[in-house]
């Protein structure tokens, strides 16, 4: 008899709570990932980490957030067009009355959407530190037939707009992949840039480096 009433109350509580992997908890913090369009410049990119500052100043149980410009927490890469910030919440006895953090993400999610000027993803940080950036899951999609870059992105963004019109499957999709981003080719002469860099020193290495990062707290 023990163990069927073990047993039923295991069942009853698959029933009731959530049959994922891993529960999503509260580790007091969220990612914020920001994408523009491609080739955009970068005063429009601080513009964007601008509008955020502004957003997370007004939400009650934020300390503070840090700002990576041109990163993708989501890929861990470099990328001219899109800017990933941290958000730190309030210790737990700092946080106001009735803040969670389920509430706190669809509140920016809600927030972000408003602004045009760029595609954004709030999403909690993995469950397991160091296996993946953010909760949910990843897919790579494959282009064996060689189609091209070009069909490829069709395929993605078709993939991701079933994905989100599925009722209850999808919160957010996101990806980084742009088959259109514009490219530049550069001859640099090294020998001169070497002896320019004796006047200019650091100009080169800035030319090839546009990351910066901010550190922000609500006044």
């Not at 069927?4 to 969220?30: H, K, M, N, S």
């Not at 006895?93 to 045009?116: I, V």
């Not at 088959?179 to 004796?198: C, E, F, Y």
Request: neutral net charge.
């Amino acid at each position: 008899m023990r163990v069927f009433v073990c047993v039923g109350l295991a069942a009853t509580a698959f029933a009731i709570y959530p049959t994922t992997l891993l529960p999503l908890e509260d580790q007091g913090f969220c990612i914020l990932v920001a994408r523009l369009p491609a080739g955009v410049s970068q005063p429009r990119l601080r513009q964007v980490s601008a509008d955020v500052d502004a957003v997370l100043r007004d939400i009650p149980g934020i300390k503070g957030w840090v700002t990576i410009g041109s990163y993708s927490a989501l890929d861990s890469a470099k990328l001219a067009n899109v800017l990933t910030a941290f958000v730190m919440y309030q210790d737990w006895e700092h946080r106001p009355p009735g803040f969670s953090q389920a509430n706190l993400l669809a509140d920016l999610q809600k927030r972000f959407l408003a602004l045009p000027s760029a595609q954004f993803a709030v999403l909690p940080p993995s469950p397991i530190p160091g296996l993946g950036n953010a909760f949910g899951f990843q897919m790579v999609i494959e282009d064996r037939g060689g189609a091209g870059i070009n069909e490829l992105q069709k395929t993605v963004q078709e993939m991701l707009t079933k994905a989100q019109n599925r009722p209850g499957f999808l919160r957010i999709g996101f990806t980084t992949f742009n088959a259109n981003s514009p490219q530049l080719h550069l001859d640099i002469d090294r020998t001169m840039a070497k002896l320019a860099r004796r006047h200019h020193e650091g100009h080169f290495a800035d030319a090839t480096d546009l990351s910066w990062i901010e550190l922000c707290q609500p006044v």
